[in-house]
């Protein structure tokens, strides 16, 4: 059984940083891709990143671009999301999710249950 555990959400103010992490359990970070989400209120949920273990090639939302960065330990199978610069429109429930094929444009099947970020103005 595939379990992921996301952490490291809270309150910011604008500006400032949060580092996310998904502890996975149950697979082997080697063959799967991870991916990072979120959805504020009212929004649908949006992929913000994505790190395949194939090449360890990325991927970043345009609204996250040269702010966020995402990486991986995988011996630890946790992948991390951090965060700088953060916005008010960043506040949102972040979920991790993980595809067993190491790439990043397939469907995600296991998720989270997500973390709270919330940056104030």
């Known amino acids: 059984e595939v379990q992921l555990v996301e952490s490291g959400g809270g309150l910011v103010q604008a500006g400032g940083s949060l580092r996310l992490s998904c502890a996975a359990s149950?697979?082997?970070?080697?063959?799967?891709?991870i991916g990072w989400f979120r959805q504020a209120p009212g929004k649908e949920r949006e992929g913000v990143s994505c790190i395949s273990s194939s090449d360890g090639s990325t991927y970043y939302a345009d609204s996250v671009k040269g702010r966020f960065t995402i990486s991986s330990d995988n011996a630890k199978n946790t992948v991390y999301l951090q965060m700088n610069s953060l916005k008010p429109e960043d506040t949102a429930v972040y979920y991790c999710a993980a595809a067993d094929i190491p790439v990043c444009s397939v469907p995600f099947g296991s998720w989270g249950q997500g973390t709270q970020v919330t940056v104030s103005s």
């Open positions: 149950g697979f082997t970070f080697d063959d799967y891709a």
